[in-house]
């Protein structure tokens, strides 16, 4: 079996009761039959807690690397941009054998 990093995504919300759920409730939420009730809590495993943490840098992370794509603008423009074939085939087989499990 494969894991990538969407499999480590939970869904919190689905496994917590909301407080608009609570008052539908026939005692309104307000006891539970060993007494009141208490506030739901959530404990992360550290793995899960880096794993949030990751996603949070990520997303200050810029979608495009404008210097990079600034750069290869200027080659093209000048005519000294090149392709090297035989990195993007090793690149593609890399890629292909990480996605296979090689």
Request: overall charge negative.
């Given at each position: ?15 917590t ?19 009141p009730?208490s ?12 794993l ?22 200027h ?12 990195q ?15």
């Open positions: 079996m494969k894991i990538n990093d969407q499999s480590a995504y939970i869904n919190l919300e689905a496994h009761m909301k407080a608009a759920d609570v008052a539908h409730q026939p005692d309104g939420g307000a006891r539970h039959e060993n007494g009730l506030a739901d809590k959530v404990v992360l495993s550290p793995k899960a807690r880096e949030q943490d990751a996603r949070v840098e990520l997303a200050k992370l810029p979608d495009v690397d404008a210097q990079h794509v600034a750069r290869i603008q080659q093209i423009e000048k005519g000294t941009y090149r392709i090297d074939g035989g993007i085939a090793e690149r593609m087989i890399a890629e292909m054998r990480l996605n296979s499990g090689l």
